[in-house]
């Protein structure tokens, strides 16, 4: 009784249902890698039964335009979010959590209560990235990598995809600025989302920030050691 007083859950509305449709993508990644939805569900709530501070859990619902070799498209998307100590936040400006390169949202339990008691009480909002945690696996943009020219618009679409999903989740939400924190390569998305958005971002703060580096040119050692064509499909 303690533990649902603590955990408010949200009523399966619109905007915090997960979508009862799954990609066609996410039920072969499952069956590829091991795993599934619930038990990544399992996993987060095993980390988040160590906040004290009230939080929420929901899934909030976007749109994403997807580019692929076919055109451009707009698909829905949903992306896990969970807000904490919103009923006791004193201090306007709420606080948003970015985790890094394949984690998600449970990374940081043991800062949400900490963070929620800043100023008095502030209103904590993390989120998983699109295509990790558990938020949808949206189709990724990308186009061949035959030049040059192909795999620098790749990186640049690349950004520009979790810039985007930050911006259309927090219209979602209704948040007008907040304050930041991000880490790792989220807060590499993070600062490009700042420096696209300053407005939004009152205050930025990266936690080990890291980006992905080029890969390294082909040696001469790595002639002949390609991966025939069936594996790189």
Known sequence: MEEKQRCR?????????????????DMLFDWWAGTSSASAKAAESALLQYVRAPYTSMMVPIKMNVRSWFGSSTVPAHINTIEVNPAKATHAIPVVVA???GSGLGLNY?????????GG???????????????TRVEFPRRSSLFPS?????????????VDSVEEWRKAVGLEQFDLIAHSLGGYFASHYALQNPGRVRRLVLVSPCGLPSPPPPSPQDSGRSLPWQATV
């Open 110 to 118: 043991r800062n949400y209560d900490d963070l929620a008691e800043l």
């Open 99 to 101: 985790h890094g390169l």
């Open 9 to 25: 859950k949200t009523k399966p509305t619109a905007a915090t249902e997960q979508q009862s449709w799954r990609w066609p993508s």
């Open 121 to 135: 009480g502030r209103r904590i909002l993390a989120f998983d990235w699109l295509g990790q945690g558990r938020s």
């Open 150 to 162: 192909d795999q620098r618009e790749n990186i640049r679409a690349g950004i520009q995809y979790y």
